[in-house]
């Protein structure tokens, strides 16, 4: 809302989001105001990025609890991962897990992303080892990919953090659509009162 004036509904229960809730925002470019005084176009449109906001994701969500199978679709059509994490105390507003600690926030997103793409590298496996089983060097290169993809995954690392050629990662990887392999900010959602004196919260993160 902040950001685009989306005016997506906030309230002070789990789920409030359901549908996901989109705004566009304009990206600040100074450049544009130059190139405009030099070559007077009839109009001017600056880049924009399309932000959108998704139900919160709970323990379990790889297995379909909360809203699980629904925030996974969506979230795996974005570009990028923006990451609210709660990061204040306020009795009045509740909090899913009963309290506040963003690190096990932070790590209950991370373990139920890893999961739902370790499905997913799995059920690719299946295919890509009978094709491998005929000799098809393709194959047996993708099933070697993939299975070190798939143990990075089961030691809880994220597919974005892994050092693969550029071509295993355009051919292998990308079409997968992994979730933890898009980039992710983490932004720390303070108080008013710690975003000046510091958030002890933010600084663990």
Same mark, same amino acid.
């Given at each position: 809302?902040? @950001?685009?004036?989306?005016?997506?509904?906030?309230? /002070?229960?789990?789920?409030?989001?359901?549908?996901?809730?989109?705004?566009?925002?304009?990206?600040?470019? !100074?450049?544009?105001? !130059?190139?405009?005084? @030099?070559? %007077?176009?009839?109009?001017?449109?600056?880049?924009?990025?399309?932000?959108?906001?998704?139900?919160? +994701?709970?323990?379990?969500?790889? %297995?379909?609890? $909360? &809203? $699980?199978?629904?925030? @996974?679709? /969506?979230?795996?059509?974005?570009?990028?991962? &923006?990451?609210?994490?709660?990061?204040?105390?306020? *009795?009045?507003?509740?909090?899913?897990?009963?309290?506040?600690?963003?690190?096990?926030?932070?790590? !209950?997103?991370?373990?139920?992303?890893?999961?739902?793409?370790?499905?997913?590298?799995?059920? =690719?496996?299946?295919?890509?080892?009978?094709?491998?089983? !005929?000799?098809? %060097?393709?194959?047996?290169?993708?099933?070697?990919?993939?299975?070190?993809?798939?143990?990075?995954?089961?030691?809880?690392?994220?597919?974005?953090? +892994?050092?693969? #050629?550029?071509?295993?990662? +355009?051919?292998?990887? #990308?079409? +997968?659509? &992994?979730?933890?392999?898009?980039?992710?900010?983490?932004?720390?959602?303070? *108080?008013?009162?710690?975003? %000046?004196?510091?958030?002890?919260?933010?600084? =663990?993160?």
């Amino acid at each position: 809302n902040c @950001l685009s004036n989306a005016k997506a509904q906030s309230a /002070n229960f789990p789920f409030c989001t359901i549908e996901p809730n989109i705004g566009v925002v304009n990206v600040p470019d !100074t450049r544009l105001q !130059t190139l405009e005084e @030099l070559v %007077k176009p009839e109009s001017v449109v600056p880049a924009t990025v399309e932000i959108v906001d998704i139900a919160g +994701l709970v323990k379990g969500a790889s %297995k379909g609890e $909360g &809203l $699980g199978n629904q925030f @996974l679709a /969506n979230i795996r059509e974005t570009d990028a991962i &923006l990451h609210v994490l709660r990061c204040f105390d306020n *009795d009045n507003i509740v909090h899913v897990d009963g309290s506040v600690d963003p690190i096990r926030d932070k790590e !209950t997103i991370d373990i139920e992303l890893q999961l739902r793409d370790l499905e997913t590298v799995e059920k =690719k496996l299946e295919k890509v080892n009978r094709a491998a089983r !005929t000799g098809n %060097k393709d194959a047996i290169k993708e099933k070697e990919v993939l299975e070190g993809i798939k143990q990075a995954l089961e030691q809880s690392k994220n597919v974005r953090s +892994l050092i693969l #050629k550029e071509d295993d990662r +355009l051919d292998f990887v #990308k079409p +997968l659509q &992994l979730i933890t392999d898009k980039p992710v900010l983490y932004v720390c959602n303070v *108080d008013e009162a710690s975003a %000046k004196s510091g958030n002890a919260y933010a600084e =663990k993160v």
